[in-house]
């Protein structure tokens, strides 16, 4: 992520000793200069360092979990504050479902074969790598973020709360898109 606007670079300041923070798409007004409002479920990031180039502030933000946006605070610093609560999907339904996610990463390593071998199995390797270290739910999500797909329906799915109904959808849409 390159940050450059005041307000965020300010935000930076103020997490230093906590490198969280919460990433959530705007669901109506203008991200620069309005008052924008983000949808209500987000992603809590965490960062390691801050690389300073110029005027540009490079981070790594690393997705840790899902968050409902809960409250608002327009006033207290430049940027927007949120309290947030755990969102997380239904431990219920999570027992009770098939599980496709092996044919959603299927599909997603059939989509990279148009890339050279080397790129094709880097993308191998890191979904390996990534679903040894993930459990399902947090999984499920990271497979759905690589999909190329509008961010409308990508925050579809980030919202949903059932792993079933997530593979279903991220399924149908890449069949609806031939892929």
Known sequence: MRVFEDRYIQMLKDVEDKPYFVIAMISSGEEVGGMATPYRVGTLVEFDLIDRQGD???IKPKGRKRVYLETFDREAKPYLIAGCRDYADDPV???ATADRLPELEAKILNMVTVLGPEESRG????L???RIDLNRESYSLFLCGCLHLPPIYLQRLLES???AYRMDNALNLLSQRGE
């Open 93 to 95: 339904e999570a027992q």
């Open 56 to 58: 540009f502030q490079f």
């Open 123 to 126: 993308i191998r390797d890191v």
């Open 161 to 163: 709360k059932s792993l």
């Open 128 to 130: 390996e790598g990534v």
